[in-house]
């Protein structure tokens, strides 16, 4: 079932599915304060995704395109503003933000730039810095929406349950400090962080298969594993 506007309408059903009760189940079963607000908060919004990216996948392409287009524009807005910041009326753009900095008493980003003199580190180069960082960040996530709503070439492929094994897998990594793993057995995970991830997606959808979800962990795993190998060597 496609609504006209699937972004907006998902939250009274995921604050249904993942009540307060279903989480306090959540966190007794794997030993967790399931109901700390950010814990909470990171859940609800990783159901949210997968309920508007269902609907995508599943429409017949007129919100795959009309999504890809908002990412686009997102792009373009980035490259806009980072031609902005390169305008030679611009040239002292990192001193202004260190003055403001200063008059809202703000602190300096906590990002290390090595490229950055011990001098510069005292003034407004990091503030400058790390928003060309964040702007980066959002550009290269900007081309991940683009490439993942594009026109499916060959068989349609649903991105769905592939985006909330991600963010599932962050939930319990990053969050919970839990190894991201999985198993093999006749189609079942056996691995607690199978197990995760399915009491957390069939509460949801109750319709996808154990081989959906292994399909979608398969692909974090191996997503996770090429950012660790292209990170550079500390040791170096």
């Given amino acids: 079932m496609a609504d006209a506007n699937p ?4 939250w009274e059903i995921v604050d249904n ?21 950010k814990m909470a908060s990171e859940i609800r919004v990783a159901g949210w995704r997968y309920l508007v990216e269902q609907t995508i996948d599943n429409d017949d392409g007129v919100m795959r ?16 503003f980072a031609e902005l910041l390169l305008r030679p009326e611009y040239a002292d753009i990192a001193s202004d933000i260190y003055f403001a900095a200063l008059r809202l008493r703000k602190p300096p980003p906590k990002t290390n730039f090595p ?13 400058l810095a ?3 960082r964040l ?6 996530a900007a081309d991940d929406g683009i490439k993942c709503f594009s026109p499916p070439k060959g ?33 079942a ?22 081989t959906a979800i292994i399909t979608g962990m398969r692909a974090t795993i191996a997503q996770n594993r090429e950012f660790e190998l292209s990170k550079p060597n500390s040791s170096e």
Wanted: without cysteine; neutral net charge.
């Fill in 7 to 10: 972004k907006y309408d998902k």
């Fill in 155 to 187: 068989r349609k492929k649903k991105y769905a349950v592939e985006n909330f094994a991600r963010r599932a897998a962050y939930i319990w990594t990053d969050m919970l400090g839990q190894p991201f793993t999985i198993d093999y057995h006749e189609g």
């Fill in 135 to 140: 702007l980066r960040l959002l550009d290269a």
């Fill in 115 to 127: 490229q950055l003199t011990e001098f510069e580190k005292t003034r407004g180069a990091p503030y």
């Fill in 65 to 80: 395109r009309q999504t890809r287009k908002e990412y686009q524009a997102l792009k373009n807005q980035i490259s806009d």
């Fill in 189 to 210: 995970g056996l691995t607690r962080a199978f197990e995760f991830v399915k009491a957390l997606l069939n509460r949801l959808d109750a319709s996808v298969p154990d």
């Fill in 130 to 132: 790390e928003l060309v």
């Fill in 17 to 37: 599915t993942y009540s307060e009760e279903f989480l306090a189940e959540l966190g007794s079963e794997f030993k967790f304060d399931a109901l700390a607000p």
